[in-house]
């Protein structure tokens, strides 16, 4: 009995098997743990990368298979004024509404990072526009938006400002307008509460040597609270800068790209012309026209940013 | 050793935080703390909160109060109804979109966590070759939206057979989690000793079994930040769930408000507000239960 555990203990030390050898081999396991992950985001996100831009070469239909036509797409939407407004409707909204969210987020972190009765309940709530569903929310707005019901119209009647309704979403300017409102109160916890968490590592005392060397509020600010702050900028700032670009949920909640066609973002007038018009092959082209703003956001917001990093001598981490 | 170093000088200056939170916050009276800081911040909350005070009293108001804004005050009401809520529930599909969005939700999520766990242990600790290159395009793969990927990954659906099937959605909704849980569980897994796990390893130990019986435990903050953050994500994905699925009750909730809400009804505002407010109140009390998960989560994933 002793003798046969002793020997089938023996075995596997003195000739360790393949099996057994792959077993301990970092290389191979690593491999094999990563198997689902690119699996996934090979199957279903660089494939669908790569096949997209194709798609906008070709002029596929849904349900028929498409032929490779070149530039055509392209040419196509050079010359489509609808384009253009989705275009300009796209930067308009990601510039104004990037910029505001930062200015907001910023100014309401710097708010809720001084000493506050009951912060963490205040911080919960200020989050909650960030975890409800945007299409949700959206729908909420559009009612505050309506045309004859508006709670906001009503308000501003009763004070006394307005005499008529105002037609949030019916005129191309007041739906720009609104729409990046909404974009805008969703987006402004995300930034304040990231920003507040870098926040809350800078230490109190660099602002106490600071006044006793007599800086004002605005220096303080300036020149202890911005450059400690600027990495987590910079990372907030492309996250919020890439999604306000790719918006669709907000947009197609409230207002579908109407009215006549003033809200059309790139991302709602690709479905548009994708999915419901069925030209599969344009509607990628519009994607694939995406990706080079996309890019030129990224490198601006990250670089411009994160130069800063080095620059005070932290190093590449 | 170096770790722990590093550790030690970035638990510092927030223990410093800790410790000193007046601040100079004494030197501010009352008066002007009001003006500075009061009132900027009550226009905050009430400016982030208002959409959903106005969607939870739309639900609640009967009909005749809702389009009635002459003779009773729109802000308030006394007689509170659950005609909307009632009508969601019992004389709609709600439940059922309620329950593929659960579904599908739940099913994406735990395969994106257990995608992510592997690839995350696997980047961190096992250090095979090219490890950092794959964890640098994971990331980038976090910066890929799906407004760019939803035409050609229809296609891809179609030819998969998968077309209008909530497993569609449960397959590709890991695109948009595994980037942002493995970094998440990159940043975990990093701060769980490394000797714990050379020990396991002297000791006998597979692979295997350091991965479910050392670090997993001791990674539970993270995995229920990462789970939360990964549920609330694919309940709220929107333009996949619209462009894959198809007839009616197959959809999820935010899909089904959108487009099967939205009638001519004057009246529809009570019940389209209710499946908002149902359709919201999930995420909410989730949230409510693990608000510094949360928080850490998405801090956490944009500090990495």
């Known amino acids: 009995m002793v003798d046969a555990t002793l020997h089938t203990r023996r075995a596997p030390i003195n000739e360790p098997t393949t099996w057994s050898r792959l077993k301990t081999n970092r290389q191979w396991l690593g491999y094999w743990f990563m198997v689902p992950a690119l699996g996934f985001l090979i199957l279903f996100l660089a494939y669908p ?131 990046i409102f909404a974009n805008i109160w969703r987006g402004v916890p995300f930034v304040a509460i990231t920003l507040l968490a870098g926040l809350q590592t800078v230490s109190p005392s660099l602002y106490e040597a600071a006044t006793l060397d007599g800086a004002t509020p605005w220096q303080r600010f300036r020149y202890i609270t911005y450059p400690l702050l600027t990495p987590i900028i910079a990372v907030v700032m492309t996250f919020s800068v890439l999604f306000t670009f790719t918006d669709f949920q907000l947009i197609w909640a409230m207002t579908r790209g109407g009215p006549v066609n003033a809200t059309h973002l790139m991302a709602t007038l690709s479905y548009q012309r994708a999915i419901m018009g069925g030209a599969l092959g344009e509607g990628a082209a519009i994607a694939t026209a995406m990706i080079p703003f996309l890019l030129f956001a990224i490198m601006i917001s990250w670089f411009g940013l994160q130069r800063r990093k080095w620059q005070q001598g932290a190093d590449n981490d | 050793m170096t770790d722990l170093a590093v550790k030690q000088t970035k638990a510092a200056p927030s223990k410093a935080a800790d410790d000193h939170s007046d601040g100079m916050s004494y030197l501010e009276s009352i008066p002007r703390q009001l003006v500075t800081l009061y009132l900027p911040l009550s226009i905050f909350l009430i400016v982030l909160l208002f959409p959903f005070y106005w969607m939870a009293l739309t639900a609640i108001k009967p009909n005749h109060q809702l389009l009635d804004m002459e003779r009773v005050s729109p802000f308030w009401t006394w007689e509170p109804t659950f005609q909307h809520i009632y009508k969601l529930i019992f004389e709609s599909q709600y439940p059922l979109w309620l329950w593929n969005t659960m579904y599908v939700a739940a099913g994406a999520t735990a395969l994106s966590i257990a995608a992510s766990v592997l690839a995350a242990y696997a980047i961190v600790r096992l250090r095979f070759k090219g490890a950092q290159t794959i964890g640098g395009l994971i990331f980038l793969a976090y910066l890929v939206p799906p407004s760019i990927l939803f035409i050609p990954l229809s296609t891809v659906i179609y030819n998969y057979g998968l077309f209008d099937s909530p497993l569609a959605l449960i397959l590709v909704y890991p695109t948009i989690l595994i980037p942002f849980s493995t970094w998440l569980l990159m940043g975990y897994f990093k701060t769980i000793p490394y000797e714990l796990e050379e020990c396991a390893l002297i000791d006998g130990a597979s692979r295997w079994q350091i991965l479910t019986k050392i670090v997993l435990p001791l990674a539970i903050p993270g995995l229920i930040s990462a789970f939360i953050f990964c549920f609330t994500l694919c309940w709220n994905e929107f333009i996949y769930a619209l462009t894959f699925l198809q007839s009616v009750q197959n959809k999820t909730v935010p899909v089904a408000i959108v487009n099967e809400f939205v009638d001519g009804d004057v009246y529809r505002w009570g019940s389209l507000m209710a499946g908002a407010l149902v359709g919201s109140l999930p995420l909410v009390i989730l949230y409510a239960f693990f608000v510094e998960h949360y928080v850490s989560a998405m801090t956490g994933a944009v500090k990495e």
Not at chain 1, 52 to 63: M, P
Not at chain 1, 101 to 112: D, I, N, Q, T, V
């Open chain 1, 49 to 179: 990368l790569g096949l997209g831009v194709w798609l906008s070469f070709t002029d596929t239909k849904i349900g028929r298979a498409g032929e490779f036509i070149g530039l055509e797409n392209y040419d196509w939407l050079r010359d489509d004024s609808i384009f253009w407004t989705s275009v300009f409707n796209t930067l308009l909204y990601t510039i104004v509404a990037s910029a505001i969210k930062f200015a907001a987020g910023l100014y309401l972190a710097l708010l809720l990072n001084k000493s506050l009765p009951f912060k963490a309940m205040l911080r919960a709530a200020i989050l909650i526009p960030f975890i409800v569903p945007t299409v949700l929310s959206a729908i909420a707005f559009w009612w505050i938006y309506d045309t004859q019901f508006s709670i906001l119209s009503w308000t501003l009647k009763k004070i006394g400002l307005i005499s008529t309704n105002i037609d949030f979403l019916g005129d191309p300017w007041n739906a720009r307008w609104s729409t």
